[in-house]
């Protein structure tokens, strides 16, 4: 599945003598959802696209396949992960990312946000940290897990709680072409069974 909505902006950038092109990509990770499954997804009008893709106990992951090509191709294509946007209301979570099942930068934990459902509509940055990684030309696998804590109503057994991701946004340099940058795309939600540890890409 392509994405139908990305935010390019453009900057530029001077490295070694060369003026390099500089673009931040902003993905709306709605469009990796099934639209028919609405239990994958959340109408919230201050989200980018007034949807979000949202994760319930105990996660799950978005895989985005990048498709690499230089502008100037004595340089490679440098991709910093700036974060993604996201809301909760509940308990803290966590998210983890993957460049070609290698882990960028380390993880971050989004801190609880409570208020008795009223903040799912108000949207934070994670901000990432050690994260700019110098691709080669090709296809690359960027993958985010999200790992979701829980609580549970006992009268009904509804799960409550979770995450709710509004986009991811990059940093690249020297790119020839931004608006084939993500090129495919994979949503996966964990069934709960029993509580799990999480596992990284292999």
Request: proline share 4%.
């Amino acid at each position: 599945m392509l994405l139908q909505h990305l935010v390019v902006l453009a900057f530029v950038q001077t490295a070694w003598s060369q003026v390099l092109k500089e673009e931040r990509i902003e993905a709306q990770l709605e469009d990796v959802v099934n639209v028919n499954d609405t239990s994958q997804w959340r109408w919230r009008s201050n989200a980018g696209n007034d949807k979000t893709a949202r994760f319930y106990f105990p996660g799950g992951f978005i895989t985005l396949t990048l498709c690499v090509e230089p502008d100037d191709p004595a340089f490679g294509v440098t991709v910093r992960f700036r974060g993604v946007r996201y809301s909760n209301d509940g308990r803290a979570d966590r998210v983890y990312a993957y460049m070609d099942g290698q882990p960028v930068g380390s993880e971050r934990f989004l801190k609880e946000h409570s208020w008795r459902g009223k903040l799912w509509n108000i949207f934070h940055d994670s901000g990432w940290n050690d994260n700019s990684v110098t691709l080669t030309p090709g296809k690359h696998e960027f993958r985010i897990d999200a790992v979701t804590d829980i609580r549970i109503n006992v009268h009904t057994d509804i799960f409550t709680e979770g995450l709710e991701l509004d986009a991811a946004v990059f940093d690249v340099v020297n790119l020839r072409n931004a608006a084939e940058f993500i090129c495919g795309t994979e949503f996966h939600q964990d069934i709960y069974t029993s509580p799990v540890l999480h596992t990284p890409p292999k």
